[in-house]
């Protein structure tokens, strides 16, 4: 098993070496403590790690142990005053089948992790020949990827969060799309995660705030004066100067800070809850409206949500998929919806696509949706026409 810290870079970054260098010994020594006798547990270098175990007699047994590993790394771990969760991804692959030679073992198992990596962090992969292809793959889409945000060939369209009751746009949320000319439409699902791996994440966060609040600067000049919602990544997140670059953002182009809500997902907030609150208490502070995204799916500690100062919560379309029809779909929304009300927050459902969602959702009080039943996202041109034909109603 090849095992690698998620984010660790920006632990050294955000709090300093010294730092980063008890939670390496920290790991270390979790992971000692999970190792049977006659395993090997090797520090490769930086974050990355080496376990090699003996005596399993099938896949499923390395993906228990993999996992088992992961576990002792999801538990906080304060640094000084701070709380952190390490958080690591891990792949793995078996001898002889993957390979019989160390060599070809080490790079299967790395081939494996980044593809852990790229499925979303936080889980453990086994190797599979096809892999080393879509690594190849990767590769290229970075180097188109690098190519477009440097040529301009991105751009954002945007997606109507309405009220349930009127269908009257309340304001949009800016996502990222990407048409290559070689590749052609490319999925952020595909994309994002290399972008993260690969540490151009920070370079693109910085041009969709800026064309954000470009936009939304270029509709108030034609008398549309809505929100518009910006998804930081939690690399994004975890910049001391983050604060400093947004606001620069907007007095270059004009853009009132209280137009540009700013979304980090429920997951990233809780993987360091007092940088966490700091950062968000920091943005309030310069004006920025705060959402927390995917709610519901990150295990956000109800406390601490309550000390934030975040003023919307996007329910995760997951949750929404099922209603009406699903008794369990149904409770989580209503608990959601009586949350937001009582945290005096609004509640935006995410991936609304029938009338039946939509009633749903006006019977049990979320005034606010977003989603295909209305509009999928649509250029800033087609948004505009939207907007113009609503308020010539």
Request: charged share 20%; glycine share 8%.
């Amino acid at each position: 098993m090849l095992l690698d810290l998620d984010n660790f870079k920006l632990v050294n970054d955000n709090f300093g070496h010294l730092q980063g260098d008890a939670l390496l010994m920290e790991v270390a020594t979790r992971l000692q403590a999970a190792m049977r006798a006659g395993d090997t547990l090797a520090r490769l270098g930086g974050d990355e790690f080496a376990v090699v175990l003996a005596s399993l007699e099938n896949e499923a047994q390395a993906l228990y142990a993999a996992e088992r590993l992961l576990g002792v790394l999801s538990q906080p771990v304060r640094l000084g005053d701070r709380e952190i969760v390490p958080g690591a991804s891990i792949g793995h692959c078996l001898f002889p089948g993957d390979g019989d030679t160390a060599e070809t073992l080490l790079r299967h198992a790395d081939v494996a992790m980044y593809a852990a990596k790229a499925a979303g962090r936080g889980m453990a992969v086994g190797f599979r020949a096809e892999m080393e292809g879509s690594t190849a793959e990767d590769l290229r889409l970075l180097s188109r990827l690098r190519l477009a945000l440097a040529s301009g060939a991105l751009a954002l369209h945007y997606q109507p969060q309405v009220e349930a009751a009127t269908q009257r746009i309340l304001g949009a949320e800016a996502l990222l799309r990407w048409d290559d000319g070689e590749l052609g439409p490319v999925s952020p699902a595909r994309f994002i995660p290399i972008a993260e791996e690969s540490g151009l994440i920070l370079p693109l966060g910085d041009w969709v705030i800026d064309a954000a609040c470009r936009q939304i600067a270029a509709w108030r000049a034609q008398g549309i004066e809505l929100p518009v919602a910006v998804n930081l990544s939690v690399h994004q997140f975890m910049q001391t100067d983050l604060v400093g670059k947004i606001r620069a953002a907007c007095a270059r182009h004009g853009c009132p800070p209280h137009l540009l809500e700013l979304e980090i997902t429920e997951s990233a907030a809780m993987q360091s809850p007092e940088l966490t609150r700091r950062q968000l208490a920091m943005l309030a502070e310069a004006g920025f409206a705060i959402a927390l995204d995917d709610f519901g799916t990150g295990h956000s500690s109800l406390g601490r949500l309550a000390l934030l100062p975040v003023g919307k919560l996007k329910i995760d379309r997951s949750f929404v998929a099922d209603v009406p029809g699903s008794p369990s779909h149904e409770t989580i929304l209503r608990a959601a919806i009586g949350l937001a009300h009582e945290l005096g927050m609004k509640l935006v459902a995410e991936g609304v696509e029938t009338e039946a969602q939509r009633n749903f959702l006006r019977h049990h009080g979320c005034s606010i949706y977003q989603g295909w039943l209305f509009s999928k996202a649509v250029p800033a041109e087609r948004f505009a026409a939207l907007v113009s034909a609503q308020k010539a109603v």
